[in-house]
């Protein structure tokens, strides 16, 4: 079993900044990708930035040159640092991890609870 705490959210002002974080614990061999998706009232949910256990990113092309992600493998943490925050960005945010739990088995998805990020004045 695998657990993602995401923290960081709350409530900005268009154009502010916060850093979203997650952290992953519990029994695992190795996580490979991991990512941030957010879902806002009434919208599909999206991918807003992955990265992989070599650092390789990919980002929505709505956050791009806003937002940035990054990961720290010792803590088994990933981060999203987000600035110049618009109202669109308001949703809540899921952290994501592809983990592999031994050499022999498939990788499996896990999900964290949500943070809420609400852009408003």
């Known amino acids: 079993q695998v657990q993602l705490v995401e923290s960081g959210g709350g409530l900005v002002q268009p154009g502010g900044s916060l850093r979203l974080s997650c952290a992953a614990s519990?029994?695992?061999?190795?996580?490979?990708?991991m990512g941030w998706y957010r879902q806002a009232p009434g919208k599909q949910r999206e991918l807003v930035a992955m990265?992989?256990?070599?650092?390789?990113?990919n980002y929505a092309d709505s956050v791009k040159g806003r937002f940035s992600i990054s990961r720290d493998n010792a803590k088994d943490t990933v981060y999203l640092q987000m600035n110049s925050l618009k109202p669109e960005d308001t949703a809540v945010y899921c952290c994501?991890?592809?983990?592999?739990?031994?050499?022999?088995?498939?990788?499996?998805?896990?999900w964290g609870q949500g943070t809420q990020v609400t852009v408003s004045s």
């Open positions: 519990g029994s695992f061999f190795m996580i490979n990708d």
């Open positions: 990265i992989s256990s070599g650092g390789r990113t």
């Open positions: 994501n991890a592809v983990v592999r739990h031994n050499w022999y088995d498939g990788a499996y998805d896990y």
